[in-house]
Every structure is written in C-alpha cells, then in structure tokens.
C-alpha cells in the first residue's frame, strides 16, 4: 500500500488538500478490490485510510495507534477476521516493524526491521505452524526490497502492457525477473530452514545477540555522571 502511495506521489502531492485526501482514499479503494480484498490488504487499505485522514485533518499518524484503531474496527464490520491466519500474520508482523523495530534499529539496522516483524508474528507462527522461522529473517532482507520494487513498477507496467500488447512482453521483463528473485530467496529459505530444535537454539542465539547488542548501544549512550 505503501509503494502504491508513492507511486502516486507526484500526482497526490500537486492535487489541492481535500482532492488529495479524496484521490488517495479513491486510490486505496482501487488497490483493495484490485488484490480481492484479503485480510492482509483489508489492514493495510484501512490503516492507510486512517493515515491519510489523520494527515487531512492535520493530526498525529502514530502507526501503532492506526494499527490498533484498524483493527477494532475490522473486528467490528467482520468478526470473523478474528480466524483468519493471514490477518493474525499481517497485524503481528505490522505490530513488529512499527513498535519493535524503532528501537531495534539505533543498533541493528537494516536488521532491525525484518527481526522486528519476525518476533511480531511468533505467536501465530507457532500456534498455527508449530514453529517460528529462522531463515526468514535473512530471507526477508534479500527479497523485500526487491517485491517492493515489483510492487512500484509492477502496477503501471500492467497498466501499459494492457493498452499496448505488442509491448507487454518486454514491459514485462523486468517484473519477471524480480518475481522469479522472490520466489527463488524463498525456495532456497524453505530448503535450508533448520528444523527443531536447531531452529529454537538459532532463535535464542538470535534473542541474545539482540539483546546484548541493545543494552550495548544504551550503556555507550547513557551519560557519565562527573563528580562534583
């Protein structure tokens, strides 16, 4: 949604207030039924909403409170959210990057973020996998990028391959090429992901390297006291 957004930057960013706050929930619509509305999009589409109003009326984004705020509300319209996996995922790994990360990242960037989002869905990794990813976390940091990349270009390379065919293939090229870079950082992921209970010992060395890692960075910030 994010990608979407900026995508459409130049376009939002010369629109007067109230027509930009009108484009972009327009535009957040569109991406919603266009990706059939799943549970994950739902969140995304709804805190993006919220963002923009907020930013209309000239409030604060803080995206906790727009996470937790869109939530309630989606438990409200459907509660049968409540059962779905991939809304448990999309609101734990959001949770992660956003209230995890931050502090994580004056010591572990680029890290911070992708170990933010993995310890935001451990409950529901384990609950319902039985396991939390250990690879995923390296896995996230090579493909990320690149399926944001796909997302930006993807959106406006369909739209052109889809007014001019004799061009789509060649459009299209480059989409391929990073669709095929995901699914290849995935597949590699799952083959060599450990399995219990070396995955467990990998997490609890990962958690110790954090934590080590951050009471490191708080101590050197922390002032000296100078004695009178």
């Known amino acids: 949604m994010a990608f979407v957004l900026a995508a459409a930057g130049p ?3 010369r629109a007067p207030p109230f027509a930009r706050w009108v484009l972009s929930l327009a ?13 994950s999009v ?8 919220l963002g923009a109003t907020a930013f209309a009326l000239g409030r604060q984004r ?3 409170r727009l996470l937790a705020v869109a939530v309630i509300g989606l438990v409200l319209l459907d509660p049968l959210l409540v059962w779905s996996v991939g809304f448990w995922l999309s609101v734990g790994a959001t ?5 995890l990360g931050p ?8 890290v911070a973020i992708t170990v933010g989002a993995q310890l935001g869905v451990a409950v529901p990794s384990v609950l319902v996998f039985g396991r939390l990813s250990l690879v995923g976390t390296v896995a996230n940091l090579l493909a ?13 390379a369909c739209l052109v391959a889809g007014a001019l065919p004799s061009v789509g293939g060649v459009v299209m090229i480059p989409i391929g090429w990073g669709v095929g870079w995901v699914d290849a950082v995935a597949t590699v992921g799952a ?3 450990p399995r219990p209970p070396w995955s467990g010992l990998g997490w609890l060395a990962l958690v110790v390297v954090v934590v080590a890692v951050a009471r490191g960075g708080g101590a050197r910030a922390a002032p000296a006291g100078t004695p009178e």
């Open 27 to 39: 535009l957040i619509g569109w991406f919603v039924v266009l990706t059939r509305a799943e549970p």
């Open 42 to 49: 739902l969140r995304a589409g709804v805190m993006a909403g």
């Open 103 to 110: 502090p994580l990242a004056v010591r572990l960037l680029p």
């Open 95 to 99: 949770f992660g990057v956003t209230a």
């Open 62 to 64: 803080d995206p906790v």
């Open 11 to 13: 376009l939002l960013r």
């Open 191 to 193: 083959a060599v992901e």
């Open 144 to 156: 990320v990028p690149v399926a944001g990349l796909v997302m930006l270009v993807g959106l406006p």
